[in-house]
């Protein structure tokens, strides 16, 4: 089997360090789906394959555009991001300005159309840490610019750099510090040059990260809406085991974004309380692994002025969401449903 480009090894090297055991495939404009996961039938069984060193080339070339999880199998990260969708070149400029005076290097690439006016902002660090802490450097940045940006890493994937953008079919700009700016659509050679450049660029300490709780054992903390002590605690288990999660969601008007790798979904939240109507979804449903006391799903709201949003250490089950829904405090809730 030939071997991938030297440069192909350090671009895998450089931005992911791992293999992702999945991948997904953007799709051009007018797809049902921005992105598709990749997903083989064997024997009747669904298999996902790996994202290869061989596919990281053909993402070079702009045969295709692939988008992946940055969390790795041991459930570490080393590259945090954000995703803005407004502001320009401009804004994205300001936010790694505000990076820079904080002591972190960045890259961004840019996606600037009748549409779409931000691009994709890029940390690396040297070392693997907690995915929080990396999300956390985004989310404070986000803030800091004012801005509404999606911040990673996460269990979602995100379509990895330099890239062709399948819904405008350009690859956009690299901005790079010191203002080195390449226009990655002049030609190939300028895509291997751009890899040359983030290979040598510097990467961040993880010592400099902001600290914060992580969820070490997401469904063993408390809920969001902890049930007290003279609750019908079989009661909320036997709820929770006999309703679909996703399906109350949907019902309520939650609509399914994404599938995620991991089992669970990416919605855009039934909420009331989102701008443009959670455009960019922000309820993360994942597999219980407590499901004797879950069911099969329990929820992470990422956006603060949503009645799902969850503290680091906090999951919401089935009966909490319905509670937040129907706007009824625990025991006025279960005494409805016995009704």
């Known amino acids: 089997m030939e071997q991938p480009h030297p440069l192909v090894r350090a671009y895998y090297d450089t931005i992911l360090g791992f293999e992702p055991p999945a991948y997904a495939k953007m799709n051009r404009r007018g797809a049902i789906h921005k992105y598709s996961k990749v997903v083989i039938e064997h024997d009747g069984t669904r298999v996902y394959p790996p994202l290869t060193r061989d596919l990281i080339q053909a993402h070079l070339r702009g045969d295709i555009t692939v988008a992946a999880c940055l969390v790795d199998p041991d459930g570490l990260a080393r590259a945090a991001a954000l995703d803005i969708d407004a502001g320009g070149e401009a804004l994205v400029r300001r936010v790694l300005e505000l990076a820079t005076l904080q002591g972190f290097r960045g890259f961004a690439q840019t996606s600037v159309n009748d549409e779409h006016q931000g691009g994709h902002i890029w940390f690396l660090f040297k ?136 089992g669970g979904v990416l919605m855009h939240c039934p909420c009331p309380h989102h701008k443009h109507a959670d455009a960019r979804p922000s309820l993360e449903l994942r597999p219980a692994k407590n499901r004797s006391r879950y069911g099969e799903f329990v929820a992470f709201g990422y956006a603060p002025q949503c009645v799902f949003y969850t503290e680091s250490g906090q999951v919401i089950d089935a009966f909490s969401v319905w509670c937040a829904l129907e706007g009824l405090p625990l025991e006025e809730a279960i005494e409805k449903l016995k009704a």
């Open 127 to 262: 070392e693997r840490t907690e995915p929080e802490r990396l999300r956390r450097l985004a989310q404070q940045l986000a803030q800091q610019a004012g801005i509404s940006a999606e911040t990673y890493p996460t269990k979602k994937t995100i379509r990895l750099p330099l890239g062709v953008h399948r819904w405008t079919g350009q690859r956009g700009r690299l901005l790079l510090p010191d203002d080195h700016v390449l226009d990655l659509d002049t030609g190939e050679y300028v895509v291997r040059q751009a890899v040359r450049l983030l290979r040598d660029l510097p990467q961040n300490e993880v010592v400099r990260l902001p600290h914060s709780p992580t969820r070490t054992r997401e469904p063993e903390a408390p809920p969001v809406r902890p049930h007290g002590r003279s609750a019908d605690q079989s009661f909320i288990r036997h709820y929770n085991q006999s309703v679909n999660l996703v399906g109350l969601l949907e019902r309520s008007g939650g609509r399914i974004a994404q599938h995620l790798f991991n």
